[in-house]
T-cell receptor, first 115, second 112 residues
Framework: KAGVTQTPRYLIKTRGQQVTLSCSPI?????VSWYQQTPGQGLQFLFE???????NKGNFPGRFSGRQFSNSRSEMNVSTLELGDSALYLC??????????????FGSGTRLTVV | GNSVTQMEGPVTLSEEAFLTINCTYT??????LFWYVQYPGEGLQLLLK?????DKGSNKGFEATYRKETTSFHLEKGSVQVSDSAVYFC???????????FGKGTRLSVIA
């Protein structure tokens, strides 16, 4: 079966612009989480959506937002981009609310570069 | 809050050497524990998991045992290969659908 699909794979944006990243989870998975990966901070949790509702939120500024659609696809948006937003953004999906048992399946990520 | 501490890298080993990557955690209740691996240019892949104390997760020759008394989940492999070169992340999910929390990652390089 298809894995977690993230688009685009690479993105270059200018400081001050906004960007939208997309994630299609594994078919049947209802939980989608987003992580930011940087060399300095490692993997940091952004937010999780379950059945179109935000269930958990990490410690990121309000410029970072997300949503989930009825087909479980998710988007995250970053407004007013800063140089420090350059990172690999990873999406992960899980079967349902039992994430502790099933764990997460990750996509290949979107590499965002802000110049 | 929940947290994971894993040994700093990088770790460089010769092919067929024994591998241990230490991981300890802090969490309330009974977390589930995971090891993920990230190959260059890719996302994270689940390597193994354990959901309760004394469980042993295993996959592709890698093993880790959930030790509640020492709050540890060390990753081991008896004989590493060049293809095992990657970054390894220890992670946990706490009670009640809390987010997956990662350690900083340990880069492993295996030389022939």
């Amino acid at each position: 079966k298809a894995g977690v699909t993230q688009t685009p794979r690479y993105l270059i944006k200018t400081r001050g612009q906004q960007v939208t990243l997309s994630c299609s989870p594994i078919s049947g998975h209802r939980s989608v989480s987003w992580y930011q990966q940087t060399p300095g901070q490692g993997l940091q949790f952004l937010f999780e959506y379950f059945s179109e509702t935000q269930r958990n939120k990490g410690n990121f500024p309000g410029r970072f937002s997300g949503r989930q659609f009825s087909n479980s696809r998710s988007e995250m948006n970053v407004s007013t981009l800063e140089l420090g937003d350059s990172a690999l953004y990873l999406c992960a999906s899980s079967l349902d609310g039992s994430t502790a048992f099933y764990g997460y399946t990750f996509g290949s990520g979107t590499r965002l570069t802000v110049v | 809050g929940n947290s994971v501490t894993q040994m700093e890298g990088p770790v460089t080993l010769s092919e067929e050497a024994f591998l241990t990557i230490n991981c300890t955690y802090t969490a309330t209740g009974y977390p589930s524990l995971f090891w993920y691996v990230q190959y260059p240019g890719e996302g994270l892949q689940l390597l193994l998991k354990a959901t309760k104390a004394d469980d042993k997760g295993s996959n592709k020759g890698f093993e880790a045992t959930y030790r509640k008394e020492t709050t540890s989940f060390h990753l081991e492999k008896g004989s590493v290969q060049v293809s095992d070169s990657a970054v390894y992340f220890c992670a946990l999910i706490g009670s009640g659908n809390t987010p997956l929390v990662f350690g900083k990652g340990t880069r492993l390089s295996v030389i022939a």
